[in-house]
């Protein structure tokens, strides 16, 4: 397989340009005829044949626009040159949940670290004792 020069594929950018233009026309006129509670969570749509496929959030607002289908069906088919037949909805996955990566740890004073072992010592024996011993050594060290 030989190397292909960048303009061997100057029809492809072109083509798929205008397809990106085509759906993001066909998704201004689906925003323009949506209610107004709708709009930011219609995300996309995708044009097959005779079938318009329309992605939103959450199944909440997937039912809710299914009640606008038709109004949907008539404004793309009357402003664009597509011949819808069939409106589908479809929910896009949740964003995953993201963790905070800063994630402040607060550690008590050396004087709280100090008293919590001066608080065990003045314990006897027992479980109490052990695990203040064990938390005030922990402190510590994270404290440095």
Not at 57 to 84: D, G, H, M, P
Not at 114 to 140: C, M, Q, V
């Amino acid at each position: 397989m030989s190397f292909k020069n960048a303009s061997s594929f100057s029809r492809i950018p072109t083509t798929i340009q205008l397809h990106v233009a085509k759906h993001q026309r066909i998704l201004r006129i689906i925003l323009s005829v949506s209610p107004a509670l709708l709009k930011p969570h219609i995300k996309d749509c995708v044009i097959n044949e005779e079938s318009l496929m329309i992605y939103v959030s959450s199944a909440v607002w997937a039912s809710q626009l299914r009640f606008c289908s038709a109004q949907i069906q008539t404004a793309v088919n009357t402003q664009s040159k597509e011949k819808i037949k069939k409106i589908r909805v479809r929910v896009l996955a949740p964003d995953p949940f993201k963790v905070d990566k800063k994630s402040r740890k607060i550690i008590p004073s050396a004087e709280n670290i100090e008293s919590l072992r001066n608080n065990a010592d003045a314990l006897s024996e027992g479980k109490l004792k052990n695990a203040l011993l064990r938390l005030s050594n922990t402190l510590l060290k994270l404290n440095k």
